[in-house]
């Protein structure tokens, strides 16, 4: 571990708690944009994390951006962060500018790629987009299209589109947009070498690993704590080896989110490693509802409140283990994969990942 | 509060890529023929002449000093060795135990004559170890041992039973975990170590055949057995403190989510070109938790390598890798329309079979799956 990445999750874990109490997590759930905490982490450098510094950004590894991000989850942190990061990375790998401020990608939620024609020196770009996150609060969506064949990416203003907001089950904005809007011949520029709907995708689906790694990290610690404090039949309990064990369980499946969160933060530094990826969100998937039930029971009732903080972690792990692909999407993908190496390939397919 | 954390594993190199594929081409000539059945039976398989041909390749003792016979290679290298074997299916158990924790032991915790005297044997695939530690009335709680070995001229005079000792009748050597003084108010004190020759007179060794009729297992009796004071391993009384120090080795390898591989494997061999989407579903699922176990089971390789004391993490592999190994039956069963048959030509039926009746025994050995998640909650602080 660097010197660099020390300071930086320090700086992460003061910026994010600080920023995330119980207040803020609500008043972000009702609606109320996070102002101060966004300000804060563009003046940390952490809004344009993979925008390379001589553009301007900090030029933080993939790895040292996806680690700022777990710890973003471990608060609940309610902002587009890991949007504004694709965003910036698509936009970047485009060289395009994105414009201060929030930024959100499309297509986020299916691969319907919204369609981009030549028009008068400029582009005309149509279509939908299902579930956009905080489409309604950017300052810019990357939108992921294609001229033909070519894999190219529009940065779109907000207030060009029809956005009918929606949410998930957290509260966080998820708005479906509807695509008709002139784009001048600068907003718009060829994808990153190797860069489609599908690498999207995986980097999203690594994104949302890291994040309910860093969700059920917090998960488990709130549990542990909740299971010393209340007391029944004489003894905390966490004196009981029936909750003793579930809280075991728990932890196995966070340190499991935690290594399989890492496996896709390596992949995607690296080569964007399919296998890799979709091992770690299919694994992170199963943690998030295994390790959300073990909580709800070990919190009996208050955890089920609005009382306690727990929902605001649990409810954001039952919404990102189906975003950019759910469990079964990405174990689909790796089952076809395997069948199609065939017997003699499936081990040395997942040593290589 | 502890969060567990499974530091990065150390990459693969050149070094580790070309050893692997050194292995590969020594197990595709060693395995040739060698049945799906047989390769079901992973680490439980044993077959000296095989542990020796390996021995000759350098592949047991590989992180041992070279001044005795080993390798002085990494932490990471042996565990290419060790996961392709059991990705294979090869016959390693005659060593599995010795290299795995009994030469460890040796060389941490023995004088200079026992190591000069048996790891080198070790090392050339000729000296098998098994473990004596469950007894009748002690099985998970192994401070409850009864096995006494009292003091008299010269060394110590044993008497008392092991029970469950897996190859207790091909081993050479023991090594044994029994009381030397008087059970006090501390449980843990007063326990020690022996290195003992199966041959030893006073010793019986006694099969105990498994419900699918393997001898997996032996009960070993001790009447007035006598051993010589430099059978002793480490000091008297650290017996608890040694024990432990085995555990993280023995619960964090890749032994302990690949055992089922070869159920997989034909699995996939039983579909062919059938694999719909609810069995790709399926299969990739568990093609995914072995990912992430593997990932944990190398970080945990690389603690050790770096001298630290894994015993909760190890813990966590072997609870996580163990219900894979058991869940994955299930899967594979409601997957494909076949009944098991320990008789059948068919090799998926067959590997079904006998994977079917081993899979209870992977959450016992090693550590029972409650005493697991007992050491789990300790490292959360519960207990």
Known sequence: ?353 | MAQLNFAPPPPNTEATERLRGEVRGFLAKELAGMSAQKRASSWGGRDPDFSRKMAAQGWIGMTWPKKYGGHERTALERYVVLEEMLAAGAPVGAHWIADRQSAPSILRFGTEEQRQFFVPKIAKGECFFCIGMSEPDSGSDLAATRTRAVSVEGGFRVNGTKIWTSGANAAHYMILFCRTDQKGDDRHAGVSQFIVDMRTPGLTVRPIYDMSGYRQFNEVVFEDMFLPTSALLGNQGDGWKQVTSELAYERSGPDRFLSTFTLLIEGFGMLANRVDDRAAIALGRIIAHLMTLRRMSRSIAGMLQRGEDPATHAAVVKELGTSLEQEMVEVMRLLIDAEPDGSSNNPYIAVLAHTIMSAPSFSLRGGTREILRGMIARGLGLR
């Not at chain 1, 119980?22 to 109320?32: S, V």
């Open chain 1, 1 to 353: 571990m660097s010197e660099t990445t020390d300071l930086l999750r320090d700086m992460a874990e003061r910026l994010f708690g600080d920023g995330c109490d119980k207040a803020a997590l609500a008043a972000a759930a009702n609606g109320e944009w996070p102002k101060a905490l966004w300000t804060q982490m563009e003046e940390n450098g952490l809004t344009n994390a993979l925008t390379p510094e001589n553009a301007g950004g900090s030029g933080l590894s993939i790895s040292d951006a996806l680690l700022a991000l777990r710890i973003s989850a471990r608060h609940a942190a309610p902002v587009p962060f890991a949007e504004t990061l694709l965003a910036s990375w698509l936009a970047a790998g485009a060289g395009l500018v994105a414009p201060a401020g929030p930024l959100t990608i499309a297509p986020a939620s299916g691969v319907d790629v919204p369609a981009l024609t030549k028009r008068d020196g400029g582009w005309r770009l149509s279509g939908r987009a299902r579930r956009v996150p905080f489409a309604r609060d950017a300052a810019a969506i990357a939108v992921l299209t294609a001229d033909g064949a070519m894999p190219m990416v529009a940065l779109v203003d907000p207030k060009l589109c029809k956005i009918e907001n929606g949410k998930n089950l957290a509260s966080e904005p998820r708005d479906d947009m509807v695509f008709d809007c002139d784009l001048a011949a600068r907003d718009v520029a060829k994808a990153a070498n190797g860069v489609d709907a599908h690498t999207l995708r995986l980097f999203g689906a690594a994104m949302r690993a890291n994040q309910i790694a860093g969700a059920l990290s917090r998960v488990l610690d709130m549990t542990v704590q909740y299971t010393q404090e209340r007391v029944q039949f004489g003894k905390p309990i966490s004196k009981f080896q029936a909750m003793q064990h579930n809280l075991a369980m728990l932890a196995a499946h966070s340190a499991a989110a935690n290594a399989a969160a890492d496996m896709a933060a390596d992949a995607a530094e690296k080569d964007m490693d399919e296998l890799a990826i979709a091992a770690a969100k299919t694994r992170c998937g199963e943690s998030a509802s295994v390790g959300a039930a073990i909580a709800h029971q070990a919190h009996g009732a208050i955890g089920f409140t609005q009382e306690h903080m727990l929902h605001f972690f649990t409810q954001r792990l039952w919404s990102w283990r189906d975003e950019f692909g759910k469990e079964s999407d990405w174990a689909l993908l790796i089952g076809r994969s395997a069948a199609k190496a065939g017997r003699e390939k499936i081990w040395s397919d997942i040593v290589t990942a």
